[in-house]
């Protein structure tokens, strides 16, 4: 289990990670907003504990990035006010748990493990960009109202694409992502699949929506 903690005070900060690792768990953390949420969009993390006081971005703002994003992650939130104003506050923005600072690492563990068992966050049935429509579990592509045929690859190239909207995925996330049933996926492979798929979404369309970022990955951008 691969979980982010974000977290400014670097004594909590190295309180949990040290905590988190003896129990077993792959921990990264953040010092800032703006880092933990670039990191979150980046990484594929099981579980973000995420405190509400933050410099550059605060943990409200963070998460409402998130959610808005529609990440499936699940979000323990920190927090030295112990206000039912801002426990609601979060909560309503999608924080799936809440621990209000002091707090005994056993609780802390407690809630974490407890969230897990509840596995991921439930995706959107709807992906979308310009007029690209994604039906996630009818695993149903259109753009334009037309439907367009992908392969299993193809589709799951295209869904990552759009969860990532913006942003430049690498060939090494989507071999992660989409090729995690063969490891080592040659890079040769990853290319010809995004090939097919412009060919399907973009000729013919206006504007092509897939492109290429020289010696970094694959952007798809709306206009």
């Known amino acids: 289990m691969r979980l982010l ?11 949990i990670e040290r905590g988190l690792r003896e129990e ?12 933990g949420l670039a990191k979150a ?9 995420l405190d509400v006081m933050l410099p550059l971005k605060d943990g409200f703002s963070v998460l409402r990035e998130l959610r808005t994003s529609g990440l499936p992650v699940r979000v323990l939130m920190l927090t030295a006010r112990d206000g039912v104003g801002d426990r609601v506050q979060g909560l309503d923005l999608g924080a799936d748990d809440y ?3 002091p707090f005994a690492f056993a609780e802390l563990l407690a809630r974490v493990r407890a969230l897990l068992r509840r596995g991921v966050a439930e995706e959107p049935a709807l992906l979308h960009a310009a007029d690209v429509q994604v039906d996630v579990r009818a695993r149903r ?5 037309q439907i367009v045929p992908l392969s299993a690859k193809e589709f799951g190239v295209l869904a990552h694409l759009l969860r990532r909207t913006g942003q430049v995925v690498t060939r090494a996330e989507l071999a992660e992502q989409v090729w995690a049933d063969l490891p080592n996926t040659p890079s040769n492979v990853i290319e010809v699949t995004v090939y097919h798929l412009r060919e399907k979404l973009d000729r013919g369309f206006n504007p092509a929506l897939i492109q290429t970022v020289r010696g970094a990955g694959y952007l798809l951008q709306t206009p």
């Open 141 to 145: 592509v259109t753009r334009g109202g």
């Open 24 to 35: 077993g768990f792959v921990v990264e953390t953040a010092g800032d907003g703006d880092a």
């Open 99 to 101: 621990l209000v600072k």
């Open 5 to 15: 903690v974000i977290e400014d005070e670097t004594k909590v900060a190295r309180f």
């Open 41 to 49: 969009r980046e990484g594929a993390f099981d579980l973000i504990i």
